[in-house]
Protein backbone atom coordinates (compact mmCIF):
# COMPACT_ATOMS: atom_id res chain seq x y z
CA UNK A 1 0.00 0.00 0.00
CA UNK A 2 2.85 2.48 -0.09
CA UNK A 3 1.86 4.09 -3.12
CA UNK A 4 -1.70 5.22 -1.82
CA UNK A 5 0.46 6.77 1.07
CA UNK A 6 2.43 8.09 -1.67
CA UNK A 7 -0.09 10.11 -2.58
CA UNK A 8 -1.97 11.32 0.20
CA UNK A 9 1.75 12.51 1.16
CA UNK A 10 2.67 14.41 -2.41
CA UNK A 11 -0.55 16.35 -1.66
CA UNK A 12 -0.73 17.34 1.58
CA UNK A 13 2.33 18.80 0.89
CA UNK A 14 1.06 21.16 -1.88
CA UNK A 15 2.00 18.66 -4.64
CA UNK A 16 0.42 18.10 -8.30
CA UNK A 17 -0.58 15.17 -10.07
CA UNK A 18 2.02 15.75 -12.07
CA UNK A 19 3.23 16.82 -15.89
CA UNK A 20 0.39 14.09 -17.50
CA UNK A 21 -2.60 16.97 -17.14
CA UNK A 22 -0.47 19.94 -17.84
CA UNK A 23 -0.05 22.06 -21.03
CA UNK A 24 0.90 19.69 -24.64
CA UNK A 25 -0.23 17.01 -23.19
CA UNK A 26 -3.44 17.56 -21.61
CA UNK A 27 -4.48 19.38 -25.23
CA UNK A 28 -3.54 16.64 -27.05
CA UNK A 29 -5.49 14.14 -24.55
CA UNK A 30 -8.59 16.28 -25.09
CA UNK A 31 -7.89 16.31 -28.77
CA UNK A 32 -8.34 12.96 -28.90
CA UNK A 33 -11.14 12.38 -26.76
CA UNK A 34 -13.21 15.37 -28.60
CA UNK A 35 -12.31 13.28 -31.72
CA UNK A 36 -15.06 10.67 -30.27
CA UNK A 37 -17.38 12.25 -28.22
CA UNK A 38 -19.37 15.08 -29.49
CA UNK A 39 -20.23 15.94 -25.69
CA UNK A 40 -18.43 15.23 -22.28
CA UNK A 41 -21.50 14.81 -19.87
CA UNK A 42 -21.11 11.82 -17.93
CA UNK A 43 -17.75 10.63 -16.65
CA UNK A 44 -16.03 8.38 -14.14
CA UNK A 45 -12.70 9.55 -13.76
CA UNK A 46 -10.78 6.60 -12.13
CA UNK A 47 -7.41 7.97 -10.08
CA UNK A 48 -9.14 11.56 -10.64
CA UNK A 49 -6.35 13.20 -9.43
CA UNK A 50 -5.84 17.28 -8.79
CA UNK A 51 -8.77 17.68 -11.74
CA UNK A 52 -5.89 20.39 -13.95
CA UNK A 53 -6.58 18.40 -16.86
CA UNK A 54 -10.06 19.35 -16.33
CA UNK A 55 -8.97 22.85 -16.84
CA UNK A 56 -11.37 25.02 -18.67
CA UNK A 57 -13.76 21.79 -19.00
CA UNK A 58 -16.92 21.08 -18.06
CA UNK A 59 -18.66 18.00 -17.09
CA UNK A 60 -22.19 17.36 -16.41
CA UNK A 61 -22.47 14.17 -14.34
CA UNK A 62 -18.94 13.83 -13.24
CA UNK A 63 -17.87 10.93 -10.69
CA UNK A 64 -13.74 11.48 -9.64
CA UNK A 65 -12.11 8.22 -7.75
CA UNK A 66 -8.89 8.33 -5.74
CA UNK A 67 -6.99 7.22 -2.68
CA UNK A 68 -6.12 10.79 -1.48
CA UNK A 69 -8.24 12.06 0.79
CA UNK A 70 -6.61 15.43 0.95
CA UNK A 71 -6.92 15.99 -2.97
CA UNK A 72 -10.57 14.55 -2.55
CA UNK A 73 -11.40 17.62 -0.10
CA UNK A 74 -10.03 20.24 -2.28
CA UNK A 75 -11.30 18.95 -5.36
CA UNK A 76 -14.89 18.89 -3.56
CA UNK A 77 -14.32 22.80 -2.60
CA UNK A 78 -12.90 23.31 -6.28
CA UNK A 79 -16.33 21.68 -8.04
CA UNK A 80 -18.91 21.21 -5.11
CA UNK A 81 -21.37 19.57 -7.66
CA UNK A 82 -19.22 16.65 -8.80
CA UNK A 83 -19.34 13.84 -7.34
CA UNK A 84 -16.16 12.77 -5.39
CA UNK A 85 -15.44 8.82 -3.86
CA UNK A 86 -12.35 7.86 -1.81
CA UNK A 87 -11.32 4.59 -2.94
CA UNK A 88 -9.01 2.16 -4.61
CA UNK A 89 -9.20 1.80 -8.12
CA UNK A 90 -9.00 -2.13 -7.22
CA UNK A 91 -12.37 -1.91 -5.06
CA UNK A 92 -15.47 -2.55 -7.12
CA UNK A 93 -18.19 0.01 -6.15
CA UNK A 94 -21.53 -0.92 -6.71
CA UNK A 95 -24.00 0.50 -9.21
CA UNK A 96 -21.06 2.86 -10.40
CA UNK A 97 -21.84 3.42 -14.19
CA UNK A 98 -21.20 5.54 -16.97
CA UNK A 99 -21.46 5.88 -20.80
CA UNK A 100 -17.37 7.30 -20.53
CA UNK A 101 -14.68 6.58 -18.08
CA UNK A 102 -11.08 7.80 -18.11
CA UNK A 103 -8.24 6.40 -16.69
CA UNK A 104 -4.97 8.40 -17.17
CA UNK A 105 -1.68 8.40 -15.65
CA UNK A 106 -2.56 6.11 -13.21
CA UNK A 107 -2.30 2.66 -13.92
CA UNK A 108 1.87 2.81 -13.89
CA UNK A 109 1.66 3.81 -10.32
CA UNK A 110 -0.13 0.39 -9.09
CA UNK A 111 2.74 -1.44 -7.84
CA UNK A 112 0.63 -4.59 -7.23
CA UNK A 113 -0.34 -7.13 -10.19
CA UNK A 114 -3.34 -8.38 -9.10
CA UNK A 115 -4.56 -4.49 -7.93
CA UNK A 116 -3.47 -3.83 -11.82
CA UNK A 117 -5.43 -6.60 -13.49
CA UNK A 118 -8.90 -5.93 -10.68
CA UNK A 119 -8.17 -1.76 -11.65
CA UNK A 120 -8.70 -2.88 -15.65
CA UNK A 121 -11.35 -5.20 -14.93
CA UNK A 122 -13.02 -2.23 -12.87
CA UNK A 123 -12.53 0.41 -15.51
CA UNK A 124 -14.48 -2.18 -18.13
CA UNK A 125 -17.22 -2.81 -15.57
CA UNK A 126 -18.00 0.82 -14.68
CA UNK A 127 -18.47 2.04 -18.42
CA UNK A 128 -21.35 1.08 -20.69
CA UNK A 129 -19.57 2.42 -23.63
CA UNK A 130 -16.73 4.26 -23.68
CA UNK A 131 -13.04 3.31 -22.22
CA UNK A 132 -10.24 5.85 -22.93
CA UNK A 133 -6.56 4.70 -21.00
CA UNK A 134 -4.17 6.65 -20.73
CA UNK A 135 -0.78 5.04 -19.35
CA UNK A 136 2.89 3.45 -20.27
CA UNK A 137 3.53 1.59 -23.83
CA UNK A 138 7.20 1.42 -23.54
CA UNK A 139 9.02 0.58 -20.54
CA UNK A 140 11.04 3.46 -18.93
CA UNK A 141 13.40 1.70 -16.57
CA UNK A 142 14.91 -0.08 -19.87
CA UNK A 143 18.33 -0.38 -20.37
CA UNK A 144 17.36 1.31 -24.49
CA UNK A 145 15.49 3.93 -22.19
CA UNK A 146 18.16 4.49 -20.13
CA UNK A 147 20.61 4.93 -22.95
CA UNK A 148 18.52 7.43 -24.76
CA UNK A 149 17.98 9.45 -22.01
CA UNK A 150 21.68 9.34 -21.16
CA UNK A 151 23.06 9.97 -24.87
CA UNK A 152 19.85 12.16 -25.98
CA UNK A 153 18.91 13.83 -22.87
CA UNK A 154 22.10 13.93 -20.89
CA UNK A 155 20.18 13.13 -18.02
CA UNK A 156 22.44 10.53 -15.47
CA UNK A 157 19.66 9.79 -13.48
CA UNK A 158 18.53 6.64 -15.24
CA UNK A 159 22.09 5.30 -15.32
CA UNK A 160 21.42 2.37 -12.81
CA UNK A 161 18.66 1.29 -15.34
CA UNK A 162 21.50 0.64 -17.95
CA UNK A 163 22.73 -1.87 -15.63
CA UNK A 164 20.23 -3.11 -13.84
CA UNK A 165 17.27 -2.58 -15.99
CA UNK A 166 14.19 -2.98 -14.65
CA UNK A 167 10.45 -2.57 -14.48
CA UNK A 168 9.83 -0.19 -11.45
CA UNK A 169 11.44 2.20 -9.50
CA UNK A 170 10.72 0.26 -6.38
CA UNK A 171 8.97 3.30 -5.45
CA UNK A 172 5.41 4.03 -6.99
CA UNK A 173 5.75 3.60 -10.83
CA UNK A 174 5.72 0.09 -11.76
CA UNK A 175 5.47 -0.28 -15.75
CA UNK A 176 3.10 -3.43 -16.74
CA UNK A 177 1.78 -3.49 -20.92
CA UNK A 178 -1.95 -3.18 -21.83
CA UNK A 179 -1.16 -5.23 -24.79
CA UNK A 180 -0.61 -7.93 -22.25
CA UNK A 181 -3.46 -7.65 -20.83
CA UNK A 182 -6.10 -7.76 -23.76
CA UNK A 183 -7.66 -10.42 -22.34
CA UNK A 184 -9.34 -8.69 -19.76
CA UNK A 185 -10.82 -5.73 -21.81
CA UNK A 186 -11.94 -8.49 -23.82
CA UNK A 187 -13.67 -11.19 -21.64
CA UNK A 188 -15.83 -7.21 -20.88
CA UNK A 189 -16.59 -7.10 -24.33
CA UNK A 190 -14.38 -4.22 -24.92
CA UNK A 191 -12.36 -3.66 -28.44
CA UNK A 192 -9.74 -1.99 -28.78
CA UNK A 193 -10.85 1.28 -31.20
CA UNK A 194 -7.33 2.73 -31.92
CA UNK A 195 -4.07 3.45 -29.92
CA UNK A 196 -2.35 6.93 -29.85
CA UNK A 197 1.30 6.81 -28.92
CA UNK A 198 2.39 10.04 -27.10
CA UNK A 199 5.77 11.97 -28.76
CA UNK A 200 7.77 11.19 -25.89
CA UNK A 201 7.79 7.48 -27.16
CA UNK A 202 6.61 6.07 -23.79
CA UNK A 203 2.68 7.06 -23.16
CA UNK A 204 -0.05 6.01 -25.16
CA UNK A 205 -3.66 6.75 -25.48
CA UNK A 206 -6.20 3.33 -26.18
CA UNK A 207 -9.58 4.24 -26.78
CA UNK A 208 -11.90 1.06 -26.27
CA UNK A 209 -15.46 0.30 -27.21
CA UNK A 210 -18.05 -1.70 -25.38
CA UNK A 211 -19.34 -4.24 -28.13
CA UNK A 212 -23.10 -4.90 -27.49
C1 LIG B 1 -0.36 11.00 -11.87
S1 LIG B 1 -1.86 11.29 -11.03
C2 LIG B 1 -2.99 11.44 -12.41
C3 LIG B 1 -4.24 12.19 -12.06
C4 LIG B 1 -5.25 12.39 -13.21
N1 LIG B 1 -5.77 11.15 -13.67
C5 LIG B 1 -4.62 13.17 -14.33
O1 LIG B 1 -4.41 12.59 -15.42
O2 LIG B 1 -4.35 14.35 -14.15
C6 LIG B 1 -2.25 9.69 -10.37
C7 LIG B 1 -3.46 9.70 -9.44
O3 LIG B 1 -3.89 8.38 -9.21
C8 LIG B 1 -4.21 8.23 -7.84
N2 LIG B 1 -4.03 6.79 -7.53
C9 LIG B 1 -2.89 6.08 -7.49
N3 LIG B 1 -3.13 4.78 -7.22
C10 LIG B 1 -4.50 4.70 -7.11
C11 LIG B 1 -5.39 3.63 -6.86
N4 LIG B 1 -4.94 2.38 -6.68
N5 LIG B 1 -6.72 3.88 -6.81
C12 LIG B 1 -7.19 5.15 -7.00
N6 LIG B 1 -6.39 6.20 -7.25
C13 LIG B 1 -5.06 5.98 -7.30
C14 LIG B 1 -3.26 9.14 -7.11
O4 LIG B 1 -3.74 9.51 -5.84
C15 LIG B 1 -3.18 10.30 -8.09
O5 LIG B 1 -4.13 11.29 -7.78
Known sequence: MFQLAYWEQRYKQGGSSGEGSVDESREWKWNIIDSYLSEVENVIDLGCGDLTFWLGRNCRQYTGIDVSETILNKNKSARPEWNFILS?????????????????????????????????????????????????????????????????????????????????????????SIDDHIDILKKNNFQLLNEYEYPDDIGCMYVLKKMN
Not at 111 to 134: G, H, P, Q
Not at 135 to 151: C, D, E
Open 88 to 176: SSDQFIKNMKAPVVFCFDMLFHIMDEKSFIKTIDNACRYSSKYLFIYTWKKNPFSRSFALRRIFKKGNLSFIKYVFFPSKTDNRYQYFR
